[in-house]
């Protein structure tokens, strides 16, 4: 056990003692005791990753002979680079939650159990960065599940809170069963659960396998898979949680999805199957697939956070085209591709991490402000959040990919890679790659419809319903990690070069020959010009601004009501909402969702009620592929009702069926 | 003269089948009492006096004398109604009998390699299955225990066909576990009796999903 | 550098050659061709008027609307002489700087919480969305065609090979136009000198502006016609010396005017929910186009 | 001759446990017992493989035993704390305390005995004799439905054991015509090669119905449920647990006695179906249950189902199958050990009308969170490492089929679970609750804390005398 390890150990029993200590603090110091622990693990973890990712990883070896054979602990660039992103978004989401739990004060134990989930789900996420042993791996992926099960269910007196907490966790369940299939599988092929002896899995055994926990990561990232709609946790699970817990989940645990399939894709020597390039183009197609649907149900959806989950599986879907394309680069060798399609799915995950999380704590500020998410009672909160609103609007210009901005930046770099492969692919490769960019640009004005929608009707314009009256009022507490992650968004957007010069250490691991030359000639210097662009868009933006105050704060200024036809009668309600600013939209994209519609119509000719009109926006992948289902298989086991109903001769009577049953079958020759 | 009493044995069940009043039921079971006492005195050649006394006691004090005066005793005390109230009609309890015998005699004939005492297999088998018929057939609690002391005789022919295998001691330790069962069992049809007033089943399925 | 002054000297007199077209097919004389820059300069030192529910975003839109379309420009080649930005995929970053400033212009609208500029806003941001795809597809087969993925690389490229380059050029002028159309919304799409609120796409969005601002957004449209412009010469200007492209920059500015005066007096405005489809055939003419080049690149074999 | 000593100290022990009067008698006779209980299987774990007359010390009985004592000083510890709060509340006769205790002690005899048996017959008499002792527990509360759940378990259980007994008859004709003379398990296993197939199959298939009753799966697992339904919790903790083994021990060594000869593929396909059809009618009864202990009644019903499967499988799921029986009886005994505490604050078992125990109980909340973790088999509990093995040796068999319609049904098992948990501990309650909860102090779940410590401590890292233990005991089968 080399020093190193011997550094290891006394952190992570430090930081279980720390948990523990959690629950004795008395409150008002809890969160911020927790959040204390919370940076000593940050930093803690932070040195061997950053020292990963600077080029020399780091490997450690526990004995445990019995259950686990050897315990190898390997923290390469690839699991540096997902340690920093989740360290980055624990300390955003730590320091907001603690503004954001002060409302919860009076529920003591409440908050000790958050707090002490709070450090578990940090230490589980670090430890499936890090951990190889198959065995111990699972185990540590279901207590993430589990820990940010309980975290989700914070607000437990809800009864839609404890449904969605559920629904999550048997989700995650069939995360967990899908990966010990594949585990169990890895076993038996090469009789150790170090997932580095998939090496020598021989070709029949790695399509199984591969595609077996292929399903099991996809599970936690959220994709859309054709007919197999793993997603729908997320936009439960989300609305339900208390907003930095939603903010951490789709931050960096979704995250954890796409670091699984990385990692297989690192490990399992497909190339020698010769799959690769097929499988590369799947998970293209399915990401795509993803992306669209999951910004396609975004835009209808009326919950603010509900919205932000849609949105979550389609930056997934962003992430997974990388990943694809990254694969196709591998199976026909070509370094830029592979290059370009790795780059921008590490680079999206480190985006989407920063702006979805200062989203979904900007929604728990509009929460804390007006106790409601609806779309159609908010309206008008600029006046009373300014700074939350224009993070909000930054964050939301970064989702849709807009320039000066990160998202900008990962997008490019896939526009670049997919240009790319559609000049060098087969005619058939060639016409694929550009229905991709065809995708690819109808996902980002879908973004742009979304996001103008979800700011424009939230801040903008008159307040639909009158707010509560709530003290809550904007302060550091809750806007540090909204300055911070915009700070970073912006900062990746202007200086590109630099944050992608820290990509080359994993995307070595990716690439087989991969010099690190060609990476600067040909990614690193296009991204210079880029940043010039950037920054070039963002100054002449200044000096306008500059010209128009110099032009115009000597003339007069004056305020009237907006201009409404010579009606002025309140325009709250004559307002466009949020269902009537994408009508069009829906009437397009009918056939995709499914939208409940109540119609209540005049009975009579002099109404005497008014009328009202509802819409409900359902996922209809979930409704059919899953409700579905499940209602049949409840409806076949109640047949079976009969069999303990209290009467001593049916009892008697399962026992003689039974011997004859077998009697028959036996003679039968059947078993 | 084993044949004839395995016969007579055989009859019993057809006329326990059909029979509608616990007294005739009660009556029947003391003259399968006397039947397997006379089989059990025939078939234990080495006879010692443990043995003999053992059998003796266990077949003719227990089955043909204490078990009846019981059971009338537990009926009188919970005024329980003279009918057996069968689920099936009488006339159909008495071709399943039937088929069963016919069944287990089909089943014996399959075996092949049996030394000689088809016939003890035979009874045995129809015999235990008879008593399973009349527990699950029958609403009353006292036929259900009725039927577990036909089964029991089943058993202990079973036993009698390979008995002088089995050591002794078990073989007897095995009885006395029924009889222990029986006598319990009786007790708690009375503990029964005084809280329900009419002991059949329809209260006995109050615990059901 | 001089593409760029060359884009707004024609920006300038774009609007009034519009405005002269459609009066001289209407018979009438019609103001000068200046008279729209007038109007701006009057506009730009006038005062302003806000309205009360407007934001801060209100007053910073339109300057970033101007930068965004001002980059955009900065990104088009002239001739074979390199624009301001020129680098791999500057395509993608001239598309969404556009759309940059479509997202300020759509938000700005919101803001003043009326119902008309609501209209507006979501009839905006639907059409833009669905003809997005389509500028990329068309540069996708151009980069396909040439096997370069800048700017500059396409066009200095474009006429290497064959005479069937100059058909392929046609068929993207053709879609360029109706994109022009869309994107600033004339008179297929939208009917620019209506008078009522409802049938509004883009003027109602700026219902609410005056002084300076409105002045503003006025050029900024000019300015992207004159952008739309440019990008359609270089299509034709291929490797010739500086002065024949400086003329064909002015001529194809001059041109895309009387055209787009020609089809405003000539045809009436599409029904609302005809223009989807209209706006999203502007992709499948696209993927058309692509597949035309692989089969002009004989790849399909 | 020192299982005798055990023995008779102990119907010593049980008749001065019936006759006593005074409740310190009570409490000190019972220390006496789990004294002698534990002396026992120190004894039992010194000596292995050793053994006389009708018994014999063999690892799976040493196994068993160690389980056995940890449940039983557990449940006398509750059963003390219990009868004390059912006195206060129902004023019990002294009568039925002393009878009680008794049962309780002749059960844990019972048990050792039919652990330790080497003779077919012998473990026959010892599980005979656990029903009766059970039955007088489960009648112990005196009430209506007590007397309707110990009438079935009595009777139901004396019809199945009567159907074990023709079993070990039939066995006892084959071995008559194989010329053997003695049914002692070591020469069973001998001769089993040359006894006669259908015999051999009527026996292992009677046999496995007769203890079905007992082990709780599938033909006649009936009782069990109705059983645990009534029983006072700590009861109701031994019965779902160690008299489940006994069941298991009855089968496991007909199933060493068939696992010689030809039929042993057929009796595989058996246990398969078994296993099997006790998990879907688990399942069936898991989704709709609304009584707490019925619920863990059928989830023990689902664990042994897999037990079951296991056996039926074969090679690396024999570990499986021991290793779930061993983690599943502590989870389930600190289950309803945990549920006693439930019952008193709410009042009722009854699901719906629970709710909010982590705001009133924390320690208690915490204790059922970590039940539910363990029962539901997710990772950190021992019962994930035994699924995971068995789900290894079922890809290992090529057992593709059951293998997913076994974890689909699994899944339906944890939404059920997590439901009624989650509505237990989250949820709010809709009428007001019983008593405060200083009254329940957490002392009371210190025993549960161990327990389920002790099942993930050993799922993570077993001490390598259990692994060998377990090991010794497959021998026997294979």
Known sequence: ?671 | MKAIILILFAISLLNISISNRLRGFARLLTLQGFLLFVLAFIQLNEVTILNLVFVLLETLVFKTIVLPLFLDYVIKKNRITRETEPYVPYFVSLLIVTVIILASFIIVQQIEGLSGNTLFFIVALSTIFTGLYIIISRKKLITHLMGYVVVENGVFILSLAIGNEMPMMVNTGILIDLFIGVLVMGIFVNKIGDVFQEANNEYLSQIRD | MHGLILILIVSLFFGGIVVKTKSICAGRKGPGIFQPLKDIWRLIRKGAVFSETATILTRIAPSIYFASVLLAVGCIPFGNVRGLLSFQGDFVFFAYALALGKFFMIIAALDTGSSFEGMGASREAHFSMLAEPAFFGVIGSLALYTGRTSFLDIFTYLHFGNYLSYALGSVMLIILVILTLIENSRMPVDDPNTHLELTMIHEVMVLDYSGFDLGLIQYTTNLKFAMYAALMANLFTGTLRALPDILIFLGTGFLLAVIVGGVESFTARLRMGRIPQFAFSLTSYALLLFLLVLFITGRFS | MVFGYYFGLALLIIAGLVFSRRTQGHLILLGLFNLLQWSLTAYAGLHLNSGTGFFKVDALAVIMLVVLSILATTSSYHSVFYLQHHHRLHSTPERAQSLYYAGLCLLIMAQTGAFLASHIAVTWIFVEITTFAATIMIYHERSEESIEAAWKYLFVCSVALTLAFTGILFLGIAAEEAGTVNLFYDSLVTHAPVFNAFWLKMAFLLTLIGYSAKMGIFPMHTVTIDAHTVAPPPVSAFISTTLMNVGFVGIYRMYAVVARTSSFTWAKHVLLIVGMLSVFVAVVYLVRVRHFKRMFAYSSLENMGLVAIGLGVGGLAYYAALLHLIFHSFTKASMFYQIQQVHQMFRTYVIRKTGGYFRNYPAGALVMLLCFICIAGIPPSGLFISEFLLIRAMLAERIFAILVTLLVLLTFAIWALGKNFMQLIFAEPDQPIGIQSETLNPIHSLSQFVLLGLVIYLGLNPPPQMVTLINEAIKIIQ
């Open chain 1, 1 to 671: 056990m080399d020093e190193i390890a011997l550094k290891l150990l006394p952190l992570v029993v430090a930081m279980l003692l720390g948990s523990v200590l959690i629950a004795l603090v008395e409150t008002k110091l809890k969160s911020l005791f927790a959040y204390v622990v919370l940076v000593i693990i940050v930093i803690g973890s932070s040195v061997p990753a950053i020292r990963a990712l600077a080029g020399h990883p780091l490997e450690v070896i526990i004995k445990n002979p019995q259950v686990f054979g050897d315990i190898p602990i390997r923290i390469d660039a690839l699991s540096g680079w997902f340690i920093l992103i989740i360290n980055l978004t624990m300390l955003t989401g730590g320091f907001y939650g603690i503004g954001y739990l002060k409302a919860y004060r009076k529920e003591n134990t409440n908050l000790s159990l958050h707090w002490i989930l709070m450090v578990i789900f940090h230490l589980s996420m670090l430890s499936v960065c890090v951990i190889q042993n198959g065995l111990l791996f699972l185990i540590a992926w279901e207590i993430m599940s589990l820990s940010s099960m309980l975290l989700v269910i914070f607000e437990h007196y809800k009864p839609e809170t404890l449904r969605a907490g559920l629904n999550y966790l048997v989700q995650m369940h069939l995360s967990v069963v899908l990966l010990t299939l594949g585990v169990a599988g890895l076993y038996l092929q090469t009789q150790s659960f170090d997932f580095s002896s998939a090496m020598q899995l021989d070709n029949a055994a790695i399509l199984p396998l591969f595609i077996l926990l292929f399903l099991g990561f996809a599970f936690k990232a959220g994709f859309m898979l054709g007919f197999i709609p793993l997603h729908t946790w997320l936009p439960h699970a989300h609305p339900a949680a208390p907003s930095h817990v939603s903010g951490i989940m789709s931050g960096v645990m979704i995250k954890i999805g796409i670091f699984g399939i990385l990692r297989m894709i690192l490990l399992f020597p497909l190339s020698k199957t010769g799959y690769l390039e097929i499988i590369g183009w799947i998970i293209l197609g399915v990401s795509l697939a993803s992306g669209l649907y999951g910004v396609m149900l975004a835009i209808i959806q009326h919950n603010l956070k509900k919205l932000l989950a849609y949105h979550s599986i389609e930056n997934i879907g962003i992430i997974g085209m990388g990943i694809g394309l990254g694969c196709i680069g591998l199976g026909i060798d070509n370094p830029y591709l592979s290059a370009a399609g790795f780059a921008s799915a590490l680079l999206h995950t480190l985006n989407h991490s920063l702006f979805k999380s200062s989203l979904f704590y900007a929604a728990g500020n509009v929460y804390r402000a007006a106790h409601t998410l609806n779309l159609e009672s908010l309206g008008g909160l600029f006046r009373k959040m300014p700074h939350t609103a224009l993070l909000f609007l930054l964050s939301a210009l970064a989702i849709c990919g807009l320039p000066p901005f990160n998202g900008f930046i990962s997008e490019f770099i896939l526009y670049g890679g997919l240009y790319q492969g559609s000049l060098h692919a087969r005619p058939v490769g060639a016409l694929l790659l550009i229905l991709t960019i065809l995708g690819l640009a109808l996902i980002g004005g879908l973004a742009m419809l979304c996001f103008t929608k979800a700011f424009g009707i939230v801040f903008l314009g008159k307040g639909r319903k009158p707010l509560p009256e709530s003290d809550w009022q904007e302060g550091p507490g809750n806007l540090i990690p909204l300055y911070v992650n915009s700070g970073l968004i912006l900062a990746i957007g202007l200086f590109p070069a630099t944050f992608v010069k820290f990509l080359s250490a994993p995307l070595a691991l990716f690439i087989p020959n991969f010099n690190l030359s060609f990476f600067n000639f040909e990614l690193l210097d296009n991204l210079q010009q880029v940043s010039r662009a950037t920054v070039g868009l963002l100054a002449v933006s200044l000096i306008m601004l500059g010209i128009r105050y110099i032009v115009t704060h000597r003339t007069v200024q004056e305020v009237a009501p907006t201009w409404g036809c010579g009606y002025n009668g309140g325009a709250e309600r004559m307002q466009y909402t949020a269902t009537s600013f994408v009508r069009m939209y829906r009437k397009l994209a009918a056939p995709v969702l499914l939208v409940h519609r109540k119609n209540v119509e005049f009975p009579e000719i002099f109404p005497h009620e008014k009328r009202t009109y509802e819409t409900h926006p359902e996922d209809a992948l979930e409704a059919n592929l899953i409700d579905i289902p499940i209602d049949l298989m409840q409806r076949f086991l109640s047949f079976f009702r009969f069999i303990q109903n209290g009467k001593i001769q049916n009892y008697l009577l399962y026992g003689l069926v039974f011997l004859f049953l077998i009697g028959l079958l036996s003679w039968s020759k059947l078993i």
